[in-house]
């Protein structure tokens, strides 16, 4: 036991301290996980750091500019829109859906794109061909053709909007897992996992899906910016995220009409929307050189 | 008379390859879909005795690695079998297959890809007794750290991933996992050509070891005589998916009868150059595509004794002295041996 405590503390670490290195090196990787840090806490604290409910109108206070501009004031720091509701509380507010339904649907689309990928890449044959054209099919529709026709069907809500996108988007993941299973299964360790007489679900857990996790979550972060544009422009459509709910591309689609007179109503969610997303990818690209097994050590 | 020496003598058969072919079958051509048969091995015969290092030689491509996982089960036969302690491994269903295993293990070419880069050395030695599910929890890790001695690794290395250690010691790591499971008979497949001269010497030496302590058969793979000659008991020279000769290492070496085996010696290099010999026999020409063997015997078109029987007629593989396996028309004899010449038959 002591051997293997003493052993273990200074190798994670040395791990720890690399990562940590690493990101100091790495300029845009530590300002997207700043962002995304920041972003993150907004949508936790949102109750606690809102100005005022996200819901409540003003007809008094109908498009308020911000308050560095002529005729705005303090009271509304980002400006009001057309229904006199506080831009920078539906701002923190939206970050809640905009973030949660990026993270959940990214999470569904990943696990059933890796599910299948592992599988059409593994036992090949049928399972490969079934699998890989229905891929085909998924990709040759329209993206946003399709949510729009599934989303008008089942009714918008936020539970259908995540199953919508995951279900969607899980194509990309299949066809990145299903080539990445194909040459890690050539590797000479998966042999030696079969000549110890390892069964085909423990190569497929412990030596083809750790291999293929790098390459997966890189792409994984990629698509959560991806998704957070997704459903924008499906609120900013009118069939995403519905009111009195609030989303960044709900805010985009409601300031549609007042972009030549209030600037300010369709701006700031879009400036937050391009923030996130970026530090989303900066982050996805730090990401992809800190997981490279080349790379460590 | 040379029967009954053998019978006497005679030790047990752990590994036998039975008339043992291996086809991959290949599509060519972009317009006229054509499949070829490429014959990486093409009907063997040898037997491992109990406790006996086999090595197995020949240029890439000649078929040896196929071999090493057809022996293994890795691979499935096209035709021909492999007894394993009288058991046919050839005939048995991927689960009785994966049981079997236990007692066949194998060492690999390459220790930077034949460890799992995100399993760390504990993980990697362990795994073989967790699968069998033979031992668990303190037993297993003291098994561990025994089989980490055993090839001379440190305990505090446990918990370290294989990017953390070099090549030789990769292959340590490599041998401990084959051990785990106390196998009969492991297949070395160019367990050291990916390392270092002086590191070859270690694992080499290792192994040599391991064979005496653990009671150990090797099937030893390699395309390098200098290296099995070292660690051989009996030394099998392939050529384009056959064995063609088959003999004790020191018969081998001294008396070589197969012309290709006489080019192989001549080919490793000799450090002086007064003792440098150009032998007529030296091969010439590259080996011949496996999927377009030449007719008859696959040598004949490298072979300066090729006539036109040996382009006509395969030469069949026999014992042509005690325990001394051919496949020639022309074997190379000199006046002192008692063989038989089949030129003429």
Same mark, same amino acid.
Request: proline share 5%.
């Given at each position: 036991?002591?051997?293997?405590?003493?052993?273990?503390?200074?190798?994670?670490?040395?791990?720890?301290?690399?990562?940590?290195?690493?990101?100091?090196?790495?300029?845009?990787?530590?300002?997207?996980?700043?962002?995304?840090?920041?972003?993150?806490?907004?949508?936790?604290?949102?109750?606690?750091?809102?100005?005022?409910?996200?819901?409540?109108?003003?007809?008094?206070?109908?498009?308020?500019?911000?308050?560095?501009?002529?005729?705005?004031?303090?009271?509304?720091?980002?400006?009001?829109?057309?229904?006199?509701?506080?831009?920078?509380?539906?701002?923190?507010?939206?970050?809640?859906?905009?973030?949660?339904?990026?993270?959940?649907?990214?999470?569904?689309?990943?696990?059933?794109?890796?599910?299948?990928?592992?599988?059409?890449?593994?036992?090949?044959?049928?399972?490969?061909?079934?699998?890989?054209?229905?891929?085909?099919?998924?990709?040759?529709?329209?993206?946003?053709?399709?949510?729009?026709?599934?989303?008008?069907?089942?009714?918008?809500?936020?539970?259908?909007?995540?199953?919508?996108?995951?279900?969607?988007?899980?194509?990309?993941?299949?066809?990145?897992?299903?080539?990445?299973?194909?040459?890690?299964?050539?590797?000479?360790?998966?042999?030696?996992?079969?000549?110890?007489?390892?069964?085909?679900?423990?190569?497929?857990?412990?030596?083809?899906?750790?291999?293929?996790?790098?390459?997966?979550?890189?792409?994984?972060?990629?698509?959560?910016?991806?998704?957070?544009?997704?459903?924008?422009?499906?609120?900013?459509?009118?069939?995403?995220?519905?009111?009195?709910?609030?989303?960044?591309?709900?805010?985009?689609?409601?300031?549609?009409?007042?972009?030549?007179?209030?600037?300010?109503?369709?701006?700031?969610?879009?400036?937050?929307?391009?923030?996130?997303?970026?530090?989303?990818?900066?982050?996805?690209?730090?990401?992809?050189?800190?997981?490279?097994?080349?790379?460590?050590? | 008379?040379?029967?009954?020496?053998?019978?006497?003598?005679?030790?047990?058969?752990?590994?036998?390859?039975?008339?043992?072919?291996?086809?991959?079958?290949?599509?060519?051509?972009?317009?006229?879909?054509?499949?070829?048969?490429?014959?990486?091995?093409?009907?063997?015969?040898?037997?491992?005795?109990?406790?006996?290092?086999?090595?197995?030689?020949?240029?890439?491509?000649?078929?040896?690695?196929?071999?090493?996982?057809?022996?293994?089960?890795?691979?499935?036969?096209?035709?021909?079998?492999?007894?394993?302690?009288?058991?046919?491994?050839?005939?048995?269903?991927?689960?009785?297959?994966?049981?079997?295993?236990?007692?066949?293990?194998?060492?690999?070419?390459?220790?930077?890809?034949?460890?799992?880069?995100?399993?760390?050395?504990?993980?990697?030695?362990?795994?073989?007794?967790?699968?069998?599910?033979?031992?668990?929890?303190?037993?297993?890790?003291?098994? =561990?750290? +025994? %089989?980490?001695?055993?090839?001379? *690794?440190?305990?505090?290395? !446990?918990?370290?991933?294989? /990017?953390?250690?070099?090549?030789?010691?990769?292959?340590?790591?490599?041998?401990?996992?084959?051990?785990?499971?106390?196998?009969?008979?492991?297949?070395?497949?160019?367990?050291?050509?990916?390392?270092?001269?002086?590191?070859?010497?270690?694992?080499?030496?290792?192994?040599?070891?391991?064979?005496?302590?653990?009671?150990?058969?090797?099937?030893?793979?390699?395309?390098?005589?200098?290296?099995?000659?070292?660690?051989?008991?009996?030394?099998?020279?392939?050529?384009?998916?056959? =064995?063609? +000769? %088959?003999?004790?290492?020191?018969? *081998?070496?001294?008396?070589? !009868?197969?012309?290709?085996? /006489?080019?192989?010696?001549?080919?490793?290099?000799?450090?002086?150059?007064?003792?440098?010999?150009?032998?007529?026999?030296?091969?010439?020409?590259?080996?011949?595509?496996?999927?377009?063997?030449?007719?008859?015997?696959?040598?004949?078109?490298?072979?300066?004794?090729?006539?036109?029987?040996?382009?006509?007629?395969?030469?069949?593989?026999?014992?042509?002295?005690?325990?001394?396996?051919?496949?020639?028309?022309?074997?190379?004899?000199?006046?002192?041996?008692?063989?038989?010449?089949?030129?003429?038959?």
């Amino acid at each position: 036991m002591g051997v293997t405590s003493i052993a273990r503390s200074p190798s994670s670490k040395r791990v720890n301290k690399k990562v940590f290195n690493r990101l100091l090196a790495s300029p845009t990787g530590l300002v997207g996980l700043c962002i995304v840090f920041f972003a993150v806490t907004i949508a936790i604290l949102a109750p606690v750091i809102s100005p005022y409910d996200p819901a409540l109108t003003n007809p008094v206070d109908r498009l308020v500019p911000p308050f560095w501009s002529e005729g705005g004031s303090t009271k509304y720091i980002l400006g009001t829109d057309n229904l006199g509701r506080d831009i920078l509380s539906r701002l923190i507010y939206g970050s809640r859906i905009s973030i949660l339904v990026g993270i959940s649907a990214v999470v569904l689309a990943g696990a059933i794109g890796m599910f299948l990928g592992l599988i059409a890449g593994y036992y090949g044959k049928i399972w490969d061909f079934v699998i890989m054209r229905t891929v085909d099919a998924f990709l040759a529709i329209p993206n946003i053709l399709f949510m729009l026709i599934i989303l008008a069907v089942l009714g918008p809500s936020l539970m259908t909007l995540i199953l919508v996108l995951g279900g969607t988007t899980w194509v990309v993941y299949a066809r990145m897992v299903r080539s990445e299973t194909l040459s890690i299964k050539e590797k000479e360790y998966v042999k030696s996992a079969k000549a110890i007489g390892a069964k085909n679900f423990r190569i497929i857990f412990k030596y083809i899906m750790p291999n293929v996790l790098p390459s997966f979550i890189v792409i994984a972060t990629l698509n959560v910016a991806t998704t957070i544009i997704l459903e924008a422009s499906l609120s900013f459509l009118g069939l995403g995220i519905q009111s009195p709910e609030v989303s960044w591309g709900l805010m985009l689609s409601d300031g549609r009409d007042y972009v030549a007179t209030s600037w300010w109503v369709a701006t700031f969610p879009g400036l937050a929307i391009t923030i996130t997303v970026l530090g989303v990818i900066f982050l996805g690209d730090w990401l992809r050189d800190v997981l490279d097994p080349k790379l460590k050590g | 008379m040379n029967k009954i020496l053998e019978n006497s003598i005679e030790k047990k058969v752990v590994l036998e390859a039975r008339d043992l072919k291996k086809h991959f079958e290949i599509s060519k051509g972009i317009i006229k879909r054509e499949k070829v048969n490429v014959k990486a091995v093409d009907g063997i015969n040898f037997k491992v005795y109990d406790g006996e290092t086999l090595g197995i030689v020949g240029e890439s491509g000649c078929g040896k690695s196929t071999t090493g996982e057809l022996l293994l089960g890795l691979l499935e036969p096209t035709a021909g079998e492999v007894i394993f302690n009288d058991v046919n491994l050839s005939k048995m269903s991927q689960e009785e297959l994966r049981l079997a295993r236990k007692d066949l293990q194998v060492i690999f070419q390459d220790p930077y890809s034949s460890l799992n880069p995100r399993m760390t050395v504990e993980e990697i030695i362990s795994e073989p007794l967790i699968v069998h599910n033979i031992m668990k929890g303190k037993k297993l890790k003291t098994r =561990v750290k +025994e %089989l980490m001695n055993l090839v001379g *690794l440190q305990e505090h290395q !446990l918990k370290r991933f294989p /990017h953390e250690f070099s090549g030789g010691q990769r292959q340590r790591i490599g041998i401990a996992r084959a051990l785990a499971l106390d196998p009969k008979v492991i297949v070395c497949d160019e367990a050291v050509s990916a390392l270092d001269v002086s590191i070859q010497a270690q694992i080499l030496n290792l192994l040599k070891k391991l064979q005496d302590e653990l009671d150990l058969t090797f099937v030893f793979i390699a395309h390098g005589l200098p290296t099995v000659r070292h660690i051989s008991d009996r030394i099998a020279v392939m050529y384009l998916g056959k =064995v063609v +000769e %088959l003999a004790d290492k020191n018969e *081998l070496f001294d008396n070589p !009868l197969h012309p290709y085996t /006489h080019g192989l010696l001549l080919s490793v290099p000799v450090p002086d150059p007064e003792l440098r010999k150009d032998d007529p026999t030296t091969m010439k020409g590259e080996i011949p595509s496996p999927s377009n063997p030449p007719s008859g015997c696959h040598f004949h078109p490298r072979c300066k004794f090729a006539t036109e029987k040996c382009k006509e007629l395969v030469p069949e593989f026999r014992e042509i002295i005690d325990n001394h396996y051919l496949a020639c028309h022309h074997p190379l004899i000199k006046e002192d041996n008692e063989v038989f010449d089949t030129s003429n038959d």
